[in-house]
Structures are given as structure tokens and as C-alpha cells.
């Protein structure tokens, strides 16, 4: 019974970091998008200009 109960605290605890893991990696995902369409629009005032 303990073994059970240790074993599914250990398979909770995995898929605990799985989803941490995979909430950063969507977190970096759309920070780099952003910068990417900031300077996208950077680029487009500044060809305006010209």
C-alpha cells in the first residue's frame, strides 16, 4: 500500500513538471513571437518614414 502510494505521488510529481515544462516552452514561444512582431512594426514605421 505504501508502495503504491509512493509510486503515485512520484507519476503526479512527473506529470506536474511535464506541464510546468511545457507552460515555459509556450511562455518563451510567445515572448519571442511578440519581440518578432515589435520589430516587424519597427521595421514598418521606419520604411514609412523613408
Same mark, same amino acid.
Given at each position: 500500500?505504501? $508502495?503504491?502510494? #509512493?509510486?503515485?505521488?512520484?507519476? &503526479?510529481?512527473?506529470?506536474?513538471?511535464? *506541464? %510546468?515544462? $511545457?507552460?515555459? #516552452?509556450?511562455?518563451?514561444?510567445? &515572448?519571442?513571437?511578440?519581440?518578432?512582431? *515589435? %520589430?516587424?512594426?519597427?521595421? #514598418?514605421?521606419?520604411?514609412?518614414?523613408?
Amino acid at each position: 500500500m505504501l $508502495q503504491t502510494g #509512493s509510486s503515485n505521488l512520484t507519476l &503526479a510529481d512527473t506529470n506536474e513538471e511535464a *506541464a %510546468n515544462s $511545457q507552460a515555459l #516552452s509556450t511562455r518563451q514561444s510567445i &515572448a519571442v513571437s511578440a519581440l518578432s512582431l *515589435a %520589430n516587424q512594426s519597427q521595421a #514598418s514605421v521606419l520604411q514609412l518614414l523613408r
